[in-house]
């Protein structure tokens, strides 16, 4: 079974930054890629930022400029890094990994989710 465990969501004003962590444990062989996606109310679900285990990394057109995706490999702990918040990045922010497991294959497994409010 592998855990995820997000933190660093709240409320901030327009402007300000917030840091977004998820720390990973759990039984599996290794960390493939990692992700942050997000969901407001009532749209669907979408990939705000990814890394792979070699470091490339992928953001929306929306963040892209403000949001920094990161992983601490030691740590099995992915961060995002994100600035200049605006009101639209209001959602609830969710942590995405791809495991390799030890009986072979891939699994993704998901965080509970964390809320990021922007006031305007």
């Known amino acids: 079974q592998v855990e995820l465990v997000e933190s660093g969501g709240g409320l901030v004003q327009a402007g300000g930054s917030l840091r977004l962590s998820c720390a990973v444990s759990?039984?599996?062989?290794?960390?493939?890629?990692m992700g942050w996606y997000r969901q407001a109310p009532g749209k669907q679900r979408e990939l705000v930022a990814g890394?792979?285990?070699?470091?490339?990394?992928i953001y929306a057109d929306s963040v892209k400029g403000r949001f920094t995706i990161s992983r601490d490999t030691a740590k099995n702990t992915v961060y995002v890094q994100m600035k200049s918040l605006k009101p639209e990045d209001t959602a609830v922010y969710h942590c995405?990994?791809?495991?390799?497991?030890?009986?072979?294959?891939?699994?993704?497994?998901w965080g509970q989710g964390t809320q990021v409010t922007v006031s305007s």
């Open positions: 995405n990994v791809e495991v390799a497991e030890r009986a072979g294959g891939t699994r993704y497994y």
């Open positions: 759990g039984n599996y062989f290794s960390i493939n890629a």
């Open positions: 890394i792979t285990s070699g470091g490339t990394t």
